[in-house]
């Protein structure tokens, strides 16, 4: 018991260290707490001709090995508009933007607030980055996602089409 320890009774008290030394009450020491980091993603639906556009987290980083649609991450929460005016979304000239959702999700060492936006696209599909696909709505169950993707899915996958 580290507030009260029956060292009296204990069958280890003449090997015991600690209690010859006379620092039993010293015991566990607490090592420092784990910094949590909080981390804001924005995660764009682009869609056109009834297709995703989805990418497999490669790095070594959370959630590698699963997929995702394209993902803007910031260091602060982002609204909708400031979202708008990012360079990258602006070279996309993306008039559809709407806000779909938001979650919370905690994991280890950090949080991550996430906000889901669709975007109707029917031209400009080059333009994505090439280290994703675009894969048929209806066959998006057969992709592996973060549960933060997967809790959103469920909730709101009929308002993507829309």
């Given at each position: 018991k580290?507030?009260?320890?029956?060292?009296?009774?204990?069958?280890?008290?003449?090997?015991?260290?600690?209690?010859h030394l006379n620092?039993?009450?010293?015991?566990?020491?607490?090592?420092?707490?784990?910094?949590?980091?909080?981390?804001?993603?924005?995660?764009?639906?682009?869609?056109?001709?009834?297709?995703l556009w989805l990418r497999k987290r490669t790095e070594k980083d959370i959630w590698q090995h699963l997929y995702e649609p394209f993902l803007i991450e910031t260091l602060q929460e982002i609204s909708l508009q400031d979202l708008r005016k990012t360079p990258l979304l602006q070279s996309f000239n993306i008039k559809g933007l709407k806000h779909k959702?938001?979650?919370?999700?905690?994991?280890?060492?950090?949080?991550?607030?996430?906000?889901?936006?669709?975007i109707k696209q029917s031209q400009n599909k080059a333009s994505l980055?090439?280290?994703?696909?675009?894969?048929?709505?209806?066959?998006i169950n057969r992709y592996a996602f973060p549960k933060t993707l997967v809790?959103?899915?469920?909730?709101?996958?009929i308002l993507l089409e829309h």
């Open positions: 580290p507030r009260q320890p029956q060292c009296d009774t204990c069958p280890l008290m003449k090997k015991c260290v600690a209690y620092i039993v009450e010293d015991l566990p020491i607490k090592l420092k707490k784990t910094t949590v980091k909080t981390r804001y993603f924005s995660y764009l639906f682009f869609i056109a001709n009834n297709k959702g938001q979650s919370t999700q905690r994991l280890t060492h950090q949080v991550i607030h996430a906000n889901f936006y669709s980055p090439a280290d994703g696909e675009w894969v048929l709505l209806e066959e809790s959103f899915l469920d909730k709101y996958y």
